[in-house]
């Protein structure tokens, strides 16, 4: 199992930027393809960004595609967010998951897939 701790978020004007971060222990971080996921009040969760092992693969939700982008250090053991021109409906919880894959150029868009969870931060975008 991997913990991890997301960052990062907080209140912006639409059209902002934000940058999450989600810091990993407990297990060796580059054996984990990591993704990032969302849930907005009253909707279920919703994938938004997913990288392989290596970082060399990368795969995002339409509604975030030009917009985000999700990088990785494995040497900090740290997957990031960045997220640009934001807008309201970005407004959620956004979470980061980690699943251990023996793929390095995999990655995994369903929520189901992945075995560890963040607590999560809250991202508010106003208008």
């Known amino acids: 199992q991997v913990q991890l701790v997301e960052s990062g978020g907080g209140l912006v004007q639409a059209g902002g930027s934000l940058r999450l971060s989600c810091a990993a222990s407990?297990?060796?971080?580059?054996?984990?393809?990591m993704g990032w996921f969302r849930q907005a009040p009253g909707k279920e969760r919703e994938f938004v960004a997913a990288?392989?092992?290596?970082?060399?693969?990368?795969y995002y939700a339409d509604s975030v595609k030009g917009r985000f982008t999700i990088s990785r250090d494995n040497a900090k053991n740290t997957v990031y967010l960045q997220m640009n021109s934001l807008k309201p409906e970005d407004t959620a919880v956004y979470y980061c998951?980690?699943?251990?894959?023996?793929?390095?150029?995999?990655?995994?868009?369903?929520?189901?897939?992945?075995?560890?969870w963040g607590q999560g931060t809250q991202v508010t975008v106003s208008s």
């Open positions: 990288i392989s092992r290596s970082g060399s693969r990368a």
């Open positions: 407990g297990r060796t971080f580059s054996n984990y393809a």
């Open positions: 998951a980690a699943r251990s894959t023996y793929d390095s150029l995999y990655y995994y868009s369903g929520d189901h897939e992945y075995d560890d």
